[in-house]
């Protein structure tokens, strides 16, 4: 068998980003999705969604001849000897996830394994809660294809840790791999097809159960989620006592090693496709085992609430909102994305246009995607400036670079009345206070 002949199936923002990573280092890549209208994107060398460095990778290797999109799952499946399955897995309106997706691919595979031969390696990468790959994934595949387990094929469970915005970067310089395997022939052969991968770069790989692997990434996005709660909260705190900054107090604390300073900046909160879908699974798994997750349910509540602080921000400054003008820089979950999926734009928005607000929007590259949410409730800006002329408040909700550069200056030139409110700490307060009324996530006056 020859374990650079890969297929990837489900071309989103993991699938894809990672099969053209593979594409670029050699391997002969099959990508499979059931929408053919992604497919013919991709083949034309266009990637749905905003990353960084993929699309000139995407260029590489579909000149070189690597990478190959299709919808046949058959050919797929024969032509290669190793499958990662990377489909979504959404969260149904409990919050627990929703694995039809996985249920399907998993349906193709032992539908096609029945007439292979040769032996296949299947490697979960979707993000499943504990006992997915065991009960769902390889009992499917046993019964359609008529095939054992750790036998005629192997399985593993191998979890990604990919930001948007950096995924390029993530995958070639992964802090370590997390291998759960069916059983040790399964967990050797993506060990060598990671070492493969990486070659004298190889991360420290990890290779435990398929349980053990799937828990990890929740306990990886809960506890990140988690740390920026805490700061959230010191934030809060903060904000009630005198002469205090919470970048202080995390740059104070993150000098602990045992702390570490990553993931402390306190803001508006986190949003994204990932933390709130996976904590609030988390969260639902736990309570299907009849086990009430205390913590988990504070680093959800602390991030339900946070955005609003911005909101009552606006009220302490300018009374009531009816027909107030506010500028919304940034609208991305986070800088280097046009993502919006749970971003917190959407709920301060939301929240000023109930109380009458006049809302101005302006986001360096999620305006398409901003359109589709908010429709006519609020004006589009097409740079920061035209975003906040003649406003009366502006809120600082995504740290994008380009409202770094703003002086203060700028505020009392475009505004009518130059009130900031940083949302993510991107200002020095020194240079803003005095010169414009200013009000920070977690600076206590
Ligand atoms: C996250 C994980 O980092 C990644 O490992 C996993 O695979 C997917 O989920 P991503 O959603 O791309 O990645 O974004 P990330 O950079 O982790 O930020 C998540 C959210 O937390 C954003 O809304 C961001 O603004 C917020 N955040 C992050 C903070 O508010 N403070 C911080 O210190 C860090």
Not at 54 to 60: P, R, V
Not at 398 to 414: G, I
């Amino acid at each position: 068998m020859n374990m650079r002949n890969v297929s990837v199936f489900g071309l989103g923002y993991v699938g894809l980003t990672f099969a053209i990573c593979l594409a670029s280092k050699g391997f002969n890549v099959i990508g499979v999705d059931v929408d053919k209208f992604k497919i013919d994107l991709i083949s034309n060398g266009k990637i749905p969604f905003h990353e960084p460095g993929l699309n000139e990778l995407l260029d590489e290797v579909l000149r070189n001849g690597n990478f190959r999109c299709t919808d046949n799952y058959w050919t797929a499946i024969t032509e290669s000897s190793i499958s990662f399955i990377c489909v979504g897995t959404p969260s149904k309106p409990d919050g627990s996830i929703d694995l039809k997706y996985v249920k399907n691919v998993s349906t193709d595979v032992g539908t096609v394994l029945k007439y292979k031969d040769m032996y296949h390696l299947i490697v979960v990468r979707s993000t499943v809660t504990p006992g997915t790959t065991r009960n769902l994934v390889r009992k499917v595949v046993e019964h359609l294809s008529g095939k054992k387990c750790g036998f005629h094929f192997g399985l593993c469970m191998n979890p990604e840790f990919l930001r948007e915005g950096s995924a390029v970067h993530d995958i070639f310089h992964s802090d370590r791999v997390i291998i759960g395997e069916f059983d040790s022939k399964s967990g050797d052969l993506l060990e060598s097809f990671y070492s493969n991968f990486y070659g004298s770069h190889t991360p420290p790989i990890l290779r435990t159960s398929l349980e053990n692997a799937e828990l990890i990434k929740y306990a990886n996005n809960a506890f990140l989620a988690m740390k920026i709660s805490f700061i959230n909260e010191l934030a809060n705190i903060c904000e009630y006592i005198g002469n205090t900054d919470v970048k202080v107090i995390a740059k104070g604390i993150g000098l602990d090693h045992r702390v570490n300073p990553s993931f402390l900046n306190a803001g508006l909160g986190w949003g994204g496709s990932c933390f709130p879908k996976d904590v609030q699974a988390l969260i639902s798994f736990a309570k299907n085992l009849n086990y009430d997750p205390i913590l988990l349910n504070a680093v959800k509540k602390v991030n339900d609430l946070q955005p609003y602080r911005a909101v009552d921000m606006a009220k302490k400054l300018l009374g009531k909102l009816k027909n107030k003008k506010i500028a919304i820089l940034g609208l991305a979950f986070k800088p280097g994305t046009d993502d919006m999926r749970n971003a917190v734009s959407i709920k301060i928005v939301n929240r000023l246009v109930e109380e009458g607000a006049r809302v101005v929007v302006y986001d360096p590259v999620a305006m398409d995607n901003a359109r589709k949410i908010f429709g006519n409730n609020v004006v589009y800006a097409d740079s920061s400036i035209q975003c906040i002329k003649g406003c009366d408040c502006c809120i600082i909700v995504t740290e994008w670079d380009e409202f770094r550069y703003l002086k203060p200056e700028v505020f009392v030139k475009y505004m009518r009345f130059p009130a900031v409110i940083d949302g993510r700490r991107i200002f020095d307060p020194s240079k803003f206070l005095g010169r414009v009324k200013y009000v920070a996530i977690g600076l206590g006056l």
